[in-house]
């Protein structure tokens, strides 16, 4: 029915980038809104990134702030995550996720907001 499928993970040099993306499988992919969460090992599941149906707003988590980006291509059903000067902290899996809604209200999106994830994708940053 309803599948998110991650693809762009990889290993990289601290200060390096990668790009995301996730492509979703339904039409109705453009009316509503989609995150990223990442999950570091040992630790539990945080979330980073959001933006509303149309990419008119957005939201990060501070950590990432001025680092990452979050972007989506409608036509393309695609969701991106831009993430620049990486940081051996930023080491983890990455979820794509899609919300019950179409907008994105507060500070995050909250894990009880989402209606589908991504099965993850293991981004490495070393040294």
């Known amino acids: 029915q309803v599948q998110l499928v991650e693809s762009g993970g990889g290993l990289v040099q601290a200060g390096g980038s990668l790009r995301l993306s996730c492509a979703g499988s339904?039409?109705?992919?453009?009316?509503?809104?989609m995150g990223w969460f990442r999950q570091a090992p040992g630790k539990e599941r945080e979330f980073v990134t959001a933006?509303?149906?149309?990419?008119?707003?957005?939201r990060y988590v501070d950590s990432v702030k001025g680092r990452f980006t979050i972007s989506r291509d409608n036509a393309k059903n695609t969701l991106y995550l831009q993430m620049n000067s990486l940081k051996a902290e930023d080491t983890a899996v990455y979820y794509c996720?899609?919300?019950?809604?179409?907008?994105?209200?507060?500070?995050?999106?909250?894990?009880?907001?989402?209606?589908?994830w991504g099965q993850g994708t293991q981004v490495t940053v070393s040294a």
């Open positions: 933006i509303s149906w149309s990419g008119g707003s957005t």
């Open positions: 996720a899609r919300s019950y809604k179409a907008g994105v209200t507060g500070a995050t999106m909250m894990e009880v907001e989402v209606a589908y």
């Open positions: 339904t039409r109705a992919f453009s009316d509503y809104a």
